[in-house]
């Protein structure tokens, strides 16, 4: 197993990386803000999932491969910010399943799996994740001892330390959330909300 020393760095490494405001992080928080954070846990799951995958793919070398020929995510990144922004939009105008609706009868809730979709694959279609875990997993597998269970120590703890982030982000869209109700700004919500998952999906599609 993994020396203690080791994993401490490691722990640190997450905590600072995943602290830092990024695509994952902007995205709880615009769904905390849009949603509440009881919905946005369906997300975490699928964004989650993706980074899982992502972390055990670039330790088997399948996300060296996959840089080599960035052409494969070019469809999948370009196709999931565009996805991303169209929310947005919709958002903006106060439309579609992820608006906080001005009249409760108007109510259309995206469900469960559409979530998780989302959160999935904004995780897996960003080649900075990949880049990321290609060069932070790697030098923490020492040779010299079975991969498997250094791997799964060293995967549960980032997808600890990334959900923990992720509920943070997302209870300051909570927050944010109820002290633009109490003054009925339904719009204003959808707007500020709306503004960032267009970003978001400009991010994911341009960087």
């Known amino acids: 197993m993994t020396d203690y020393s080791v994993l401490l760095v490691f722990l640190s ?11 994952c992080m902007t995205l709880a928080l615009t769904m905390g803000l849009s949603i509440g954070l009881k919905r946005t846990f369906w997300m975490m799951w699928g964004e989650l999932v993706g980074v899982g995958i992502v972390s055990v793919a670039s ?21 999931g910010g565009a996805y991303l922004a169209y929310l947005g939009v919709q958002m903006w105008l106060s439309r579609g399943k992820m608006a906080i ?7 259309r809730i995206a469900s469960p799996t559409e979530l998780a979709t989302q959160g999935f694959v904004t995780a897996i279609s960003n080649p900075k994740g990949w880049a990321f875990m290609v060069s932070l997993l790697p030098p923490f597998i020492s040779t010299d ?4 269970p250094q ?18 982000y997302a209870s300051g869209g909570r927050t944010l959330r109820h002290f633009l109700m109490q003054g009925d700004n339904v719009r204003l919500l959808n707007r500020i909300a709306g503004t960032l998952m267009i970003g978001v999906g400009a991010w994911l599609a341009f960087f």
């Open 145 to 148: 001892a079975p991969m498997a």
């Open 13 to 23: 490494t997450c905590l600072f990386v995943s602290a830092t405001p990024g695509m």
């Open 59 to 79: 330790v088997v070398g399948v996300a060296t491969l996959m840089l080599q020929y960035p052409q494969v995510f070019a469809v999948l990144k370009y196709v």
């Open 151 to 168: 791997l799964a120590t060293l995967v549960s703890i980032l997808l600890i330390v990334e959900f923990f982030c992720l509920v943070l």
């Open 101 to 107: 609706p001005e009249k409760m009868e108007d109510s």
